[in-house]
């Protein structure tokens, strides 16, 4: 798993976690990339020296604060009503073709960063999701080389303000999506070649320890590759660039009565065969 990370001397870097620990990778050798990005787009060039580094180094012993995964940002690229149980509880029809929005990169935040609750909303709700993160850089692609173009996953909270996603008169999906560290990512990210089978990972939300959403990326209506396909008739992906995927059933908001997030509550999402993330809720400063 590549994860970025802030050291105790306030210095950041990346390296990869195994079953040992995080193996430092970012001064370890003058041939591999500074940012995550960069070795993304050109993994097949440095895969082969990540691995030998990581077997050779031992784990670092600093405490790191994790980062999100992805330096520097790219698009934040989202699906509305993917999942069929959560189109079944919020009584809205399966869709026909998929839901398109995006997230700003400034709401990016790490694993186990608070999320900032401001005080223009009351109801900011949580949402799980597989997130994609993006490999090769995909233009008019069939579905075959949108599903060659996934580099690998990670996990994400699409914290939305439902107010202001759909209480506005002008339904403002993206402020209402976009507000500071309303998109909690990480802990890192998984390449592809092990996740065997993304259509069947068990995903979970709990607040304050209370499970929440209990699904199956099973319930997708739209896959990944489909995704990507659809989306690269309009919009050039590039490496780096993430989707966040939908989110199953159990929000908030459809809930009765509605449940959201509050200073001083902590919610959780979790993945199946990728881990999981931890964000307690704070006053926005």
């Known amino acids: 798993m590549i994860v970025r990370f802030q050291r105790t ?30 070795l993304i787009a050109n993994w097949s060039r440095y895969e082969t020296e990540i691995h030998e580094q ?24 989202c699906i509305g009503l993917n999942y069929r149980d959560h189109a079944l509880e919020t ?20 694993p186990n960063d608070p999320i900032q609750i401001p005080t223009s ?63 909690p990512l990480g802990p890192g990210i998984i390449p592809a070649v092990s996740v065997p089978n ?15 959403q209990d699904s199956s990326t099973s319930e997708l209506i739209f896959s990944p590759q489909m ?9 050039t992906l590039e490496p780096g660039d993430l989707l966040f995927t939908g989110t199953p059933a159990g929000v908030g908001v459809a809930r009765t009565p509605p449940v959201f997030l509050q200073p001083g509550d902590r919610i959780d999402v979790e993945i199946e065969s990728i881990g999981s993330i931890s964000n307690p809720c704070i006053y926005a400063t």
């Open 91 to 110: 009584n809205s029809p399966i869709p026909d073709e998929p839901i398109v929005f995006n997230k700003a990169p400034s709401s990016l935040i790490g």
């Open 9 to 38: 001397n306030g210095s950041r870097g990346w390296g990869w976690k195994n079953s040992r620990g995080v193996v430092d990778l970012s001064n370890s050798s003058p041939a591999l990339p500074t940012c995550t990005r960069d």
């Open 121 to 183: 909303s009351t109801q900011v709700d949580f949402e799980a999701e597989l997130v994609v993160v993006i490999g090769k850089r995909l233009k008019n692609a069939s579905e075959s080389q949108a599903a060659e173009g996934i580099f690998g996953y990670t996990i994400g909270n699409d914290v939305s303000a439902r107010d202001w996603q759909k209480g506005k008169p002008a339904k403002q999906w993206f402020l209402g999506k976009s507000f500071d560290t309303f998109a």
């Open 198 to 212: 993304p259509n069947r990972l068990r995903i979970l939300s709990r607040l304050n320890g209370t499970v929440m």
């Open 227 to 235: 995704l990507l396909s659809y989306i690269s008739q309009v919009l």
């Open 54 to 77: 990581s077997q050779r180094l031992d784990v670092t012993q600093d405490p790191l604060r994790l980062l999100p995964p992805i330096d520097p940002p790219g698009k934040i690229l």
